[in-house]
């Protein structure tokens, strides 16, 4: 009932930064935890981050703690990823989801998922 549209990658510098945003339709926005989650060739997917459905609660993945910052605002139905000091490592397909669970989408699933958007970090 949720529609996801991801926006924002593109090509950066290793050590640059990065905004990503995922805009919601359809449902209630507030209904939903979202979170950010990466799938880099020939990798498994991988998540990144979550957020609670009011912004109360936010999650990140050990290695993208001290880089990431995930935020929402719920009267423009958005979802932003701060990404900063890009590595290589950080090049993948980044997916948004929502899910009324939190803790689903920190187990790595989620009910409604955008298409995702390209991020490549290079030298």
């Known amino acids: 009932q949720v529609q996801l549209v991801e926006s924002g990658g593109g090509l950066v510098q290793v050590g640059g930064s990065l905004g990503l945003s995922c805009e919601a339709s359809?449902?209630?926005?507030?209904?939903?935890?979202v979170g950010w989650f990466r799938q880099a060739p020939g990798k498994d997917r991988e998540f990144v981050a979550a957020?609670?459905?009011?912004?109360?609660?936010?999650y990140y993945a050990e290695s993208m703690k001290d880089r990431f910052t995930i935020s929402r605002d719920n009267a423009k139905r958005t979802v932003y990823l701060q990404m900063n000091n890009l590595k290589p490592e950080d090049t993948a397909v980044y997916y948004c989801?929502?899910?009324?669970?939190?803790?689903?989408?920190?187990?790595?699933?989620?009910?409604?998922w955008g298409q995702g958007t390209l991020v490549t970090v290079s030298q």
């Open positions: 359809g449902g209630t926005f507030n209904d939903y935890g």
């Open positions: 957020i609670s459905r009011l912004g109360g609660n936010r």
């Open positions: 989801a929502a899910d009324e669970r939190t803790y689903v989408l920190r187990q790595g699933g989620g009910n409604y």
